[in-house]
Structure formats: C-alpha cells, structure tokens
C-alpha cells in the first residue's frame, strides 16, 4: 500500500490545494521567526516528528463516524458480529465497532494515514541538522501532503458521506465510489479511531492504484469487470500488536463475501514485511502479475459465497 497514492484523483486533488499551499508558503517565512516551531522533521517513529516536536499530532482525533450496522448492506452479513470485536488487551477488554467516515472524520483519517505511512514521505525530507531550514522545509511537505490526503478522501467517499451503504461501488474510485471503513474504539476519552481501511474496484490485471495511465484507461473502461481491492489498510502506531490487523483484515473479507456477493479480493503489498507476513498467514497468495520488491500484487479466494453467482448489483442511487 503507498500513502496518497498518485492516482487520477490525487492529481486533481493537488491542482485544487495548490492555492492553499500557497497561504502554507507564508508559514514557511515564518519559520525562521523566533518562536516557530514547526511539528515534523525526519521521520523517528513516533509519528513521523522528532521528539521535541511541539506540534506533532500523534494522536489521531476523535471519530464522528457513522455506525456501519446502521449502513444499508448490513444485513446480508452473515455474522453480523464481524463488525463488532472486543480484543484482550494489556489486562483490559478493547471494544471495538466498525464505522463509515463522516466529513468531520477526513482529517483524522488523514493523521492516520501520515502516521501508518510516514516512511513514503521520508525521501523528501530535510535531516534535522539542518536545523530551522530542515523544519520549515519538512512541515510543508507535510502539510501538503495532509492537504492533498484530506481533498482525495473527499472525492473518495462522497457515496458513502451522503448514502452510508456497505454495498457494492457501481463505479470507480475516482468518481466517489470507494468504501472506507474505520475501526473504532472508545478508550475512555471519546471515540477514537484506531484502524482504517479503503474498498474499491479494481481490474484484477495487477495495475496499482498509482498507475496514471492505467487510470486513465479506466475512465473508458467497464467497471462491471473489475474486481474488489483492498488499500490504504493501516493500523494506528500506538495501537499495532494488538491483533487489530488480523481483525481489520477479516472484516474486509467478509464484507467483499457477505454484501459485495464476491469470491475474490485483492490487494498490493508493499515493502512492509510485517504486513506481508500477516496476508501470507491469511492465505493471500501472489498472482504473479507485475511482481516487483516494492510491491506485490496478491489476492485470496473467499469461500461461502451466498447465493450461486458472483455478485452483479450495485448500489443503486437512493430516491429518496
């Protein structure tokens, strides 16, 4: 998986920042300022800021999400308690309940996503030697890159923002047809999001979601022949080694499976090998499409399908 994919609609996304960027610009003068201090350098695992960054946001927000079993779809899962976990965790049961993403949950979507992903960013960053021109220099790219997650996320999910839905996309990613699903858990300060996942359709010919070209090819192309693909699957720092991937993952499947209708999803992984070791142990195999170190294309046959065939219907547009 990469971080903002550099896909159709994250291109869009960055034409329509770029006058926000230009305000951000303002703050980078001001970085050399007395007094500024701006929250990221070169990336230390803990949030992608250095220790004594005074504006690095590791804490992901609190969720305003819209519960999925209130979501049209979920009754056709067979075991609706997929989307309800609890997890015993540091002598303490951890509550968990999937959710659809609201307008007022993008940005702490975005931190997350910066947060599980930071290591992209981290060519394009200044070692903190460099001192107040490495943080001006790094908090702008940051900044852009939140803008540019937060506009894609928009364009992403505005089906499931206005028509909360589990169910099939009937179109592409780019034209707002795209699932994301959060994980959420209320740790005593408020709903939290902990995990985060995207559900889309895909052709299952090993294309990555960065593939302009291949994009592009989509916008004449038949959606009906695409296939469930899973991205952006990613884990809070704070909250990993918990066995909330495997829980995360399982919840995916099922929704593919249960509502979807379909036997079949697929995925890329990257460089990580944790996350890989977790979709080998999960009977992912590699297609042997377009294989490379960075990324490898994988998919997993669901069993129990309900219903003979593979899933066809879509999400309807509501009338009401």
């Given at each position: 998986?990469?971080l ?7 291109q ?6 770029r006058?926000a960027v230009?305000g951000?610009?303002?703050?980078v003068?001001?970085?050399f300022?007395?007094g500024f201090?701006p ?5 230390n695992?803990k949030c ?7 504006r690095s946001k590791?804490q992901?927000?609190?969720a305003r999400?819209f519960?999925a079993?209130?979501?049209d ?12 976990q ?10 968990l309940?999937?959710m659809?993403?609201?307008t007022?949950?993008?940005?702490s ?18 070692p ?13 790219i940051?900044?852009w890159e939140?803008?540019?997650?937060k ?5 992403n999910?505005?089906r ?16 707002g ?7 959420v858990t209320d ?20 294309r990555?979601p960065d593939d ?7 916008v004449?192309g038949?959606?009906?022949s695409?296939?469930p693909?899973l ?26 499976r249960?509502?979807w209708?379909?036997d ?11 996350a ?20 490898l294309?994988?998919s997993?046959a ?9 899933a066809?219907d879509?999400l309807?547009?509501?009338t009401?």
């Amino acid at each position: 998986h990469v971080l903002a994919a550099r896909t159709l609609e994250n291109q869009c996304a960055m034409r329509r920042v770029r006058s926000a960027v230009l305000g951000i610009g303002a703050g980078v003068v001001a970085g050399f300022a007395p007094g500024f201090a701006p929250g990221f350098v070169r990336g230390n695992g803990k949030c992608g800021g250095t220790q004594d960054s005074s504006r690095s946001k590791c804490q992901v927000g609190q969720a305003r999400a819209f519960p999925a079993r209130l979501a049209d779809g979920f009754e056709r899962l067979q075991d609706p308690s997929v989307l309800f976990q609890e997890i015993e965790s540091d002598s303490s049961t951890l509550k968990l309940e999937a959710m659809l993403p609201e307008t007022g949950d993008l940005e702490s979507i975005s931190q997350l996503l910066m947060e599980s992903f930071i290591e992209v960013l981290e060519p394009w960053m200044l070692p903190a030697s460099l001192g107040p021109v490495a943080s001006a220099w790094n908090w702008l790219i940051m900044e852009w890159e939140r803008q540019i997650i937060k506009t894609t996320l928009t364009v992403n999910y505005k089906r499931i923002m206005t028509q909360p839905s589990l169910r099939k996309p009937k179109g592409w990613q780019f034209e707002g047809e795209s699932l994301g699903m959060l994980l959420v858990t209320d740790a005593g300060n408020g709903p939290e999001a902990v995990a985060f996942l995207e559900l889309c359709s895909l052709p299952p010919d090993g294309r990555t979601p960065d593939d302009t070209l291949g994009m592009l090819l989509m916008v004449f192309g038949d959606s009906r022949s695409a296939r469930p693909y899973l991205q952006n699957f990613c884990v809070a720092p704070k909250w990993r080694r918990r066995g909330l991937g495997r829980v995360l993952l399982k919840m995916a499947e099922r929704v593919v499976r249960d509502v979807w209708r379909e036997d079949r999803i697929y995925l890329h992984a990257g460089s990580n090998e944790a996350a890989r070791n977790l979709y080998r142990s999960s009977s992912y195999q590699m297609t042997g499409l377009l294989q490379s170190p960075e990324s490898l294309h994988m998919s997993k046959a669901l069993e129990g399908v309900p219903g003979t065939e593979r899933a066809t219907d879509v999400l309807e547009a509501s009338t009401v």
